[in-house]
Protein backbone atom coordinates (compact mmCIF):
# COMPACT_ATOMS: atom_id res chain seq x y z
CA UNK A 1 0.00 0.00 0.00
CA UNK A 2 1.58 3.36 -0.92
CA UNK A 3 1.03 6.09 1.53
CA UNK A 4 -0.90 9.31 0.64
CA UNK A 5 0.38 12.11 0.43
CA UNK A 6 0.90 14.39 3.33
CA UNK A 7 2.08 17.88 4.69
CA UNK A 8 5.16 16.17 6.02
CA UNK A 9 6.21 14.88 2.26
CA UNK A 10 5.15 17.63 0.51
CA UNK A 11 7.95 19.73 3.12
CA UNK A 12 10.63 17.21 1.82
CA UNK A 13 9.87 17.43 -1.68
CA UNK A 14 9.65 20.94 -1.68
CA UNK A 15 13.32 20.93 -0.34
CA UNK A 16 14.32 18.12 -2.67
CA UNK A 17 13.18 20.78 -5.74
CA UNK A 18 15.65 23.51 -3.85
CA UNK A 19 18.15 21.39 -3.30
CA UNK A 20 17.88 20.09 -7.40
CA UNK A 21 17.34 23.48 -8.81
CA UNK A 22 19.93 25.30 -6.20
CA UNK A 23 22.30 23.01 -5.47
CA UNK A 24 22.27 19.94 -7.70
CA UNK A 25 22.50 21.50 -11.00
CA UNK A 26 25.01 23.78 -10.42
CA UNK A 27 27.52 21.28 -9.05
CA UNK A 28 26.59 18.76 -11.74
CA UNK A 29 30.09 17.89 -12.73
CA UNK A 30 30.70 17.13 -9.29
CA UNK A 31 27.85 14.47 -9.01
CA UNK A 32 29.10 13.31 -11.87
CA UNK A 33 32.78 12.43 -10.43
CA UNK A 34 30.68 11.70 -7.35
CA UNK A 35 29.38 8.52 -9.33
CA UNK A 36 32.86 7.11 -9.76
CA UNK A 37 33.35 6.35 -5.79
CA UNK A 38 33.58 8.39 -2.62
CA UNK A 39 36.82 9.18 -0.71
CA UNK A 40 35.71 11.24 2.09
CA UNK A 41 38.87 11.65 4.27
CA UNK A 42 37.14 12.10 7.28
CA UNK A 43 34.45 9.84 9.19
CA UNK A 44 32.25 11.46 11.88
CA UNK A 45 29.99 9.69 14.49
CA UNK A 46 27.69 12.09 15.36
CA UNK A 47 23.67 11.77 16.79
CA UNK A 48 21.13 11.02 15.26
CA UNK A 49 19.13 14.64 16.55
CA UNK A 50 17.71 16.37 14.11
CA UNK A 51 19.72 19.57 15.17
CA UNK A 52 23.18 18.28 14.85
CA UNK A 53 23.76 17.61 11.57
CA UNK A 54 27.35 17.09 10.59
CA UNK A 55 27.33 18.06 6.84
CA UNK A 56 25.52 21.23 8.12
CA UNK A 57 27.55 22.21 11.24
CA UNK A 58 30.97 21.63 8.80
CA UNK A 59 29.63 23.02 5.64
CA UNK A 60 31.26 20.31 3.58
CA UNK A 61 29.70 19.15 0.43
CA UNK A 62 28.55 15.94 -0.60
CA UNK A 63 31.57 13.27 -0.79
CA UNK A 64 33.69 14.47 2.00
CA UNK A 65 32.95 12.82 5.30
CA UNK A 66 31.37 9.84 5.87
CA UNK A 67 28.56 9.75 8.39
CA UNK A 68 27.00 7.61 10.71
CA UNK A 69 24.16 9.07 13.38
CA UNK A 70 23.01 6.95 16.18
CA UNK A 71 21.37 7.52 19.75
CA UNK A 72 23.77 9.76 21.68
CA UNK A 73 26.77 8.88 18.90
CA UNK A 74 28.18 6.12 20.42
CA UNK A 75 30.30 3.46 19.29
CA UNK A 76 30.15 0.03 20.66
CA UNK A 77 32.71 -1.50 21.84
CA UNK A 78 34.47 -4.46 19.82
CA UNK A 79 31.81 -7.37 20.14
CA UNK A 80 32.46 -10.05 17.36
CA UNK A 81 29.55 -12.11 18.35
CA UNK A 82 26.43 -12.96 16.70
CA UNK A 83 24.11 -9.76 15.51
CA UNK A 84 23.47 -6.81 13.81
CA UNK A 85 26.58 -4.49 14.38
CA UNK A 86 25.59 -1.19 12.50
CA UNK A 87 27.94 0.66 14.19
CA UNK A 88 30.83 -1.55 13.47
CA UNK A 89 30.40 -2.30 10.39
CA UNK A 90 29.92 1.20 9.12
CA UNK A 91 33.29 2.04 10.87
CA UNK A 92 34.57 -1.18 9.65
CA UNK A 93 34.25 0.05 5.73
CA UNK A 94 35.48 3.34 6.65
CA UNK A 95 38.88 2.67 8.23
CA UNK A 96 39.42 -0.32 5.83
CA UNK A 97 37.52 0.10 2.61
CA UNK A 98 37.63 4.09 2.40
CA UNK A 99 41.28 4.55 4.67
CA UNK A 100 40.00 7.42 6.50
CA UNK A 101 42.17 9.57 7.91
CA UNK A 102 40.29 10.82 10.66
CA UNK A 103 37.42 9.92 13.08
CA UNK A 104 35.32 12.57 14.42
CA UNK A 105 33.06 11.34 17.82
CA UNK A 106 30.84 14.83 18.07
CA UNK A 107 28.55 14.56 21.32
CA UNK A 108 25.90 17.61 21.67
CA UNK A 109 24.04 19.80 24.06
CA UNK A 110 20.37 18.87 25.33
CA UNK A 111 20.86 15.25 24.11
CA UNK A 112 18.44 13.04 24.64
CA UNK A 113 19.87 10.08 25.15
CA UNK A 114 22.16 10.82 27.47
CA UNK A 115 20.01 12.29 29.94
CA UNK A 116 18.33 9.41 29.81
CA UNK A 117 21.28 7.39 30.31
CA UNK A 118 21.86 10.03 33.50
CA UNK A 119 18.36 9.68 34.37
CA UNK A 120 17.66 5.62 34.28
CA UNK A 121 14.10 6.39 33.05
CA UNK A 122 13.76 3.59 30.62
CA UNK A 123 15.44 0.87 32.83
CA UNK A 124 13.66 -1.86 32.27
CA UNK A 125 11.29 -1.41 29.85
CA UNK A 126 11.24 -3.85 26.68
CA UNK A 127 12.11 -3.70 23.39
CA UNK A 128 10.00 -1.83 21.54
CA UNK A 129 9.16 0.49 24.82
CA UNK A 130 12.63 1.91 25.22
CA UNK A 131 14.20 -1.47 25.63
CA UNK A 132 16.19 -1.07 22.45
CA UNK A 133 17.26 2.57 23.87
CA UNK A 134 18.17 1.23 27.49
CA UNK A 135 19.80 -1.01 26.42
CA UNK A 136 22.38 1.07 23.66
CA UNK A 137 22.96 3.94 26.56
CA UNK A 138 23.70 1.28 28.94
CA UNK A 139 26.80 1.79 27.17
CA UNK A 140 27.20 4.99 29.17
CA UNK A 141 26.47 3.17 32.86
CA UNK A 142 30.09 2.70 33.24
CA UNK A 143 30.36 6.69 33.66
CA UNK A 144 27.35 7.47 34.94
CA UNK A 145 28.30 7.17 38.63
CA UNK A 146 30.96 9.60 39.37
CA UNK A 147 28.60 12.00 37.10
CA UNK A 148 25.89 11.44 39.95
CA UNK A 149 27.95 11.44 42.94
CA UNK A 150 29.33 14.88 41.88
CA UNK A 151 25.96 16.77 39.53
CA UNK A 152 22.86 14.38 40.63
CA UNK A 153 20.74 12.91 37.78
CA UNK A 154 18.94 16.58 36.68
CA UNK A 155 20.25 19.78 35.71
CA UNK A 156 22.85 20.76 32.69
CA UNK A 157 25.53 20.52 34.52
CA UNK A 158 24.67 16.61 34.72
CA UNK A 159 23.64 16.58 31.39
CA UNK A 160 26.85 18.11 29.99
CA UNK A 161 29.02 16.20 32.20
CA UNK A 162 27.29 12.91 30.67
CA UNK A 163 27.02 14.46 27.03
CA UNK A 164 30.58 15.03 27.17
CA UNK A 165 31.47 11.93 28.66
CA UNK A 166 29.91 9.92 26.57
CA UNK A 167 31.92 11.40 23.96
CA UNK A 168 34.95 9.77 25.96
CA UNK A 169 33.43 6.62 26.19
CA UNK A 170 32.97 6.35 22.40
CA UNK A 171 36.79 6.96 21.71
CA UNK A 172 37.66 4.32 23.93
CA UNK A 173 35.58 1.71 22.73
CA UNK A 174 37.08 3.03 19.09
CA UNK A 175 39.81 1.88 20.73
CA UNK A 176 38.94 -1.45 20.95
CA UNK A 177 38.97 -2.16 17.33
CA UNK A 178 42.06 -3.89 16.42
CA UNK A 179 42.11 -2.04 13.05
CA UNK A 180 41.47 1.31 14.53
CA UNK A 181 43.96 0.57 17.45
CA UNK A 182 46.51 -0.52 14.98
CA UNK A 183 46.12 2.07 12.55
CA UNK A 184 45.79 4.94 15.30
CA UNK A 185 49.75 3.25 16.41
CA UNK A 186 51.32 3.50 13.11
CA UNK A 187 50.44 7.10 12.91
CA UNK A 188 47.71 6.26 9.88
CA UNK A 189 44.89 7.34 11.94
CA UNK A 190 43.42 10.12 13.88
CA UNK A 191 41.12 10.23 17.03
CA UNK A 192 39.31 13.06 17.65
CA UNK A 193 36.52 14.12 19.76
CA UNK A 194 33.94 17.26 19.78
CA UNK A 195 31.18 18.39 20.92
CA UNK A 196 28.38 20.92 19.29
CA UNK A 197 26.64 23.21 22.03
CA UNK A 198 23.15 23.43 20.65
CA UNK A 199 22.53 26.64 22.78
CA UNK A 200 24.98 29.19 21.35
CA UNK A 201 26.15 27.00 18.17
CA UNK A 202 29.86 26.57 19.31
CA UNK A 203 31.75 23.66 18.65
CA UNK A 204 34.18 22.52 21.34
CA UNK A 205 36.89 19.72 20.10
CA UNK A 206 37.95 17.26 23.64
CA UNK A 207 41.93 17.98 24.40
CA UNK A 208 42.82 14.03 25.00
CA UNK A 209 45.95 15.45 26.99
CA UNK A 210 43.95 17.42 29.36
CA UNK A 211 40.82 15.96 29.07
CA UNK A 212 39.03 18.80 28.53
CA UNK A 213 36.62 20.44 26.19
CA UNK A 214 38.11 23.51 24.46
CA UNK A 215 35.69 26.02 21.85
CA UNK A 216 36.99 25.99 18.48
CA UNK A 217 37.58 29.89 18.04
ZN1 LIG B 1 21.68 13.30 21.08
Not at 17 to 27: M, T, V
Not at 88 to 106: C, D, P, T, W, Y
Amino acid sequence: MTAPPSPELDALLAGYRRFREGKWHPEHERWAALREGQAPRVMIIACSDSRVDPAQVFDVDPGEVFVVRNVAAMVPPFEPTPGHHGVSAALEFAVQVLNVREILVMGHGMCGGCKAALTQELHGTIPGEGGFIADWIAMLDEVRGPIVEEFGTTGRQAERAMEQAGVKVSLANLRTFPCVRHKEAKGELVLRGGFFAIADGVLHLLDEDSDAFRPVT
